[in-house]
């Protein structure tokens, strides 16, 4: 019922000219799999020039973050409508985001308002550091996420969003989590959460992700999950025959 959805944050890589290269080799690979929503979030300097690339194609284009106004002293932010010049898509509240630029449970909860007033589709990043792992804290840390960057939005734009669980510990060391734990967590947390904010009906036709040290050899053993529907990539989605292994293991 729901479909696949596989994500590649490039995070800050890729000048223009190596952007375009990259795509021109994603292209084939990813224009093959249509059962999967296929989306590339590369730097915004790349915007127009991947724009143009994936304009006769339906491989959607998405942006690594945004800031909740349209237009304003601001300096060095790029706006909502910014984004929305090129994007379909945008991440927000990645662990990165969160760690190295202090966004908080509230920015993120003003970014996605901003996003879904805007159209936009948000890809809502969350997930529990090591610490908070080990203490055994993961599902508290989860659930207070998901529920604050929902607080205030309405149920009948919520099937726009996507959730992509990445606990922080597995984001680019090489050691992804179990597919049965992630898939737990999916299910008894995220997916729990978006009920409790959307109602049941809703809650099942939102798009969980898995993100953390996904490639192409793991990444069906994590989408075979019941509650995982696809994945946020970030390392592997740099490597074309990578990423496109891992969107035809969505599919
Ligand atoms: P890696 O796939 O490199 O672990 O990164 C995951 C991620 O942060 C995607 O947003």
Known sequence: MRKPFVAGNWKMNKTVEQAALLVADLLPGLE??????????????????????LAASDVGLGAQNLFWEESG?????????????????????HSERRSL???????????????????????????????ENESGQTGTVVARQVKKALEGIEAGVAEKIVVAYEPVWAIGTGKAASPETANEISRDVVRKNL???????????????????????????????????????????????????IVDAAA
């Not at 590369?42 to 690339?53: D, K």
């Not at 202090?102 to 090591?130: R, W, Y």
């Open 32 to 53: 093959a799999v249509k059962t999967v929503e296929r989306v590339i979030c590369p730097p915004p300097t790349s915007f127009m020039v991947v724009s143009r690339l």
């Open 73 to 93: 002293a601001y300096t060095g932010e790029l706006s909502v409508l910014m984004v929305k010049e090129f994007c379909k898509f945008v991440i927000i509240g």
């Open 101 to 131: 630029f202090g966004e908080t449970d509230d920015t993120v909860n003003l970014k996605m308002k901003s996003a879904l007033a805007h159209d936009l589709f948000p890809i809502l990043c969350v997930g529990e550091s090591l610490e």
């Open 195 to 245: 009920a409790e904010c959307f109602g049941a009906n809703i809650a099942a036709k939102i798009r969980i992700l898995y993100g953390g040290s996904v490639n192409k050899q793991n990444a069906a053993d994590f989408f075979s999950q019941s509650d995982i529907d696809g994945g946020l990539i970030g390392g592997a989605s740099l490597k074309a025959e990578e990423f496109v292994g």
